[in-house]
């Protein structure tokens, strides 16, 4: 026996046992066979077979002679093996099986291999892809041909215990001398996922999943066959991504196969008499070595809507309910070795999103890259006046995108809308409610790795000019219009300059600084050219006073909203005349710090002349009515003809009259050259002072005051009437005196006859 496969073979060969059997006629059953390799192709034997069946030639055995009809192999490791000169160890092995010409028909198959393991040589070199689960059935005809019945699973030796599709087949080869190495075959791919043939080819995932399945009749000689078949996609789409069940494609393709360089190129062809708007290549080389392999994709004019769903499925973010309309043209391609490359164009695109006004643009021309697209600046044209110019770049990976948006006169509004559904809204623009931007606007999102420790937030950067502006700012009663001025913003500040807008009918000029990482994250410059106390605490009404019914009832404390309790702000406030009720009282200039619902007024004055008020307080917002306290020097006031200086702790709560009319004080005062009455002069006068609103009139009392006039000194106290006069209890010795005067000066004086009494009284 073994030197009957010994001559078959042309191999020495070594087993541990043998049986006889007749199951599939006379043969032989051997275990664990070794059969050596040619030393022409290398050291390691040819295979490695737990069980062998040999069946032998009945007409032969007959007469005596051992002669094999058939070998068939049971779960055998075996070794393929090509020499630098091109030839394979199973090629010869295969001629030595085969039926001699015109000897008789063969039924069974001469060599058959179940369920084994074909690994690959080159030399002395193993590949890393094998065939495991291997079924192979060779029959010899009287032709000269032999029939090949073949199925297999490809796997890698670097993905241990996995196999990556399965394929099967038939092949006629013809043997003869005139047509050596002609072949002609039908090849099945049965249905596999897409992944595990880029795995196959790669080494690892690309990350594209999906079922693939294809049939193929390949024919001509080994070094030139012909290939054509048809490809059938189904479900498409990015690894993390849904696919789309129920969704098929069919490819017919065309190509060269050469079995002897291992080079395999495809392309899809179409009916006759039909073109195609896509059309793809694939090159393959070294595919049992080192695969290096492309693919080319061309387009034609192929509508935007038929590629837009596949796009979806790779993982291209675009807003819900978009529907895009245009034509692409371009070539895109893959390799291994350098990934995805390619330019496209899309003309005349138009993207419609419910409630949005249709963008238009007549050319897009975007640069494909291994990782992301980038898409050159293209005007897009809207039903909105002004212009817009938008790039960008988008990472194929979903976790990276870039966009610029340059704007000339563009509506704020639009823009806002336009962003929001493509991109996300940018917060810096988020109290601008009209006007029209100028400049440029840059948007970026990465998740990548590295970032993702933290959630990222996409990221705004822009410097634009606004115009005609409408802000709306929480805490302000009512909108800043006629805005106009200067904005440069990122993602950790804002910068507001050369700004102008109307408050209630009023010029205000300013500047605003934001810094996230400052110890005071916001800086405020206000001016304005005239206010009134009644105009400034009604615009900041929802800063300063919680306006809901239970607050008002206080039933509850106040509820600080998020902004005012984040509220982290240092400036200052000018104004050129300041008023109280219909009252000027000269030109205000102020210092605050306002964190959440508590302003510290680190410095205050207010001047008119020789008139100067200087203080410094707190207001708290903690309750439902503000609460103000602070302390203040006044000096210069004209009084009764000269002036007055007082010194002193004031309180109040409220806004706009309200806090006039619950304002309590006190403190101390001196006065110089002042007339009580038009017979009553005093070179000096101080005391102090207790002041309140009793049914909001006025209620001043005087202490301990100190007087001087001529000869004498007076001492004494005073105290408002209920006429709203001012009544004056004065001790001098034995002299007493009681005057009465005006509060507040009268447009008309009118002093009544006991106004003035004399000092025996």
Do not use: C
Not at 420 to 432: C, E, I, V
Not at 477 to 484: G, P
Not at 688 to 703: E, G
């Amino acid at each position: 026996m073994r030197a009957a496969l010994e001559s078959s073979l042309g191999r020495t060969v070594h087993f541990s046992a043998l049986h006889f059997t007749l199951f599939f006629g006379p043969g032989f059953s051997l275990e664990n066979v070794i059969i050596s390799e040619d030393p022409r192709y290398g050291l390691e034997p040819f295979a490695y077979v737990p069980t062998l069946k040999v069946r032998l030639r009945l007409d032969k055995l007959l007469f005596g002679k051992i002669r094999l009809s058939g070998l068939r192999l049971i779960d055998p490791s075996l070794n393929l093996v090509k020499r630098d000169d091109g030839t394979w160890n199973v090629v010869e092995l295969i001629h030595r099986l085969s039926a001699p010409l015109g000897g008789p028909l063969n039924l069974f198959p001469a060599l058959t291999v179940a369920d084994g393991r074909i690994d690959f040589k080159f030399g002395t070199r193993k590949t890393t892809l094998y065939i495991a689960e291997a079924g192979l059935s060779i029959y010899p005809e009287r032709s000269g041909k032999i029939y090949i019945q073949f199925s297999g699973s490809p796997a890698r030796t670097d993905r241990a215990g996995n196999t990556f599709s399965h394929f099967r087949g038939r092949a006629d080869w013809d043997l003869k001398a005139a047509n050596t190495n002609r072949l002609e075959a039908d090849l099945n791919l049965d249905e596999s996922n897409l992944s595990e043939l880029t795995t196959l080819v790669e080494g690892h995932d690309i990350g594209i999943h999906g079922n693939v399945r294809s049939v193929a009749h390949i024919a001509g000689p080994l070094n030139a066959l012909r290939v054509n078949g048809e490809l059938t996609l189904q479900d498409i789409h990015r690894w993390d991504l849904l696919p789309s069940s129920g969704e098929e494609w069919r490819v017919r393709y065309v190509g060269l196969l050469n079995l002897i360089d291992h080079r395999l190129e495809l392309s899809t062809t179409s009916a006759a008499g039909q073109t195609t708007p896509v059309s793809l290549q694939m090159r393959i080389s070294d595919f049992l070595t080192r695969p290096a392999w492309s693919m080319m994709a061309n387009l034609h004019e192929v509508p935007v809507e038929e590629i837009l769903p596949f796009a979806k499925r790779m993982g291209i973010n675009l807003p819900q309910d978009v529907s895009i309309a245009g034509r692409v043209d371009g070539a895109i391609g893959y390799s291994n070795g350098t990934g995805l490359a390619g330019g496209l164009e899309i003309k005349d695109a138009l993207a419609k999103l419910p409630d949005m006004p249709p963008m238009r643009t007549d050319s897009v021309l975007a640069t494909v890259l291994p990782d992301h697209i980038r898409f050159d600046p293209a005007i897009i044209q809207t039903s909105s006046s002004g212009a817009l110019r938008v790039a960008g770049e988008y990472y194929f990976s979903g976790e990276k995108a870039i966009a610029s948006l340059s704007a000339q006169a563009f509506p704020v509004k639009a823009l806002k809308q336009m962003a929001d559904a493509w991109f996300s809204n940018p917060d810096a623009l988020g109290a601008l409610t009209a006007g029209a931007i100028t400049g440029q606007l840059e948007y970026s999102r990465d998740q990548t790795a590295s970032t993702q420790l933290m959630e990222e937030k996409p990221s705004w950067s822009g410097q634009v000019r606004l115009i005609n502006g409408i802000l709306t700012i929480p805490g302000l009663a009512s909108a800043l219009d006629q805005a106009q001025g200067r904005i440069a913003f990122d993602n950790s500040t804002f910068d507001l300059t050369h700004f102008t807008a109307n408050l209630a009918h009023q010029m205000v000029r300013a500047s605003y600084h934001y810094n996230a990482r400052g110890r005071r994250t916001e800086h405020l410059h206000l001016q304005m050219s005239a206010a009134s106390l009644m105009q400034l605490g009604t615009a900041l009404q929802p800063s300063l006073e919680d306006r809901s019914l239970l607050a008002r009832l206080r039933l509850m404390h106040r509820s600080i909203p998020s902004w005012l309790a984040m509220r982290n702000l240092e400036g200052d406030i000018q104004v050129g005349s300041l008023s109280v009720n219909g009252m000027e009282l000269g030109a205000l200039s102020s210092r605050f710090t306002w964190e959440g619902p508590s302003v510290q007024l680190v410095s205050m004055s207010i001047r008119k002349g020789d008139f100067s008020a200087q203080g410094q307080g707190v207001i708290d917002l903690h309750s439902y009515l503000p609460r103000w306290r602070f302390k203040t020097l006044v000096t210069g006031l004209p009084w009764k003809g000269g002036l007055l200086r007082a010194n002193g702790d004031w309180q109040t709560s409220g806004v706009g009259l309200d806090m006039v009319h619950n304002l309590r004080a006190v403190g101390s005062f001196s006065a110089e050259d002042v007339n009580l009455t038009p017979s009553d002069s005093f070179e000096s006068l101080s005391g102090a002072f207790t002041f309140s609103f009793d049914d909001q009139a006025p209620n001043l009392r005087l202490s301990d005051i100190q007087a001087s006039q001529a000869d004498y000194d007076w001492s004494g106290e005073a105290a408002t009437q209920d006429n709203g006069k001012l009544a004056f209890d004065l001790v001098s010795g034995d002299r007493q005196m009681h005057l009465i005067t005006p509060l507040i000066p009268e447009k008309r004086a009118a002093i009544a006859p006991d106004n003035s009494l004399s000092a025996d009284r």
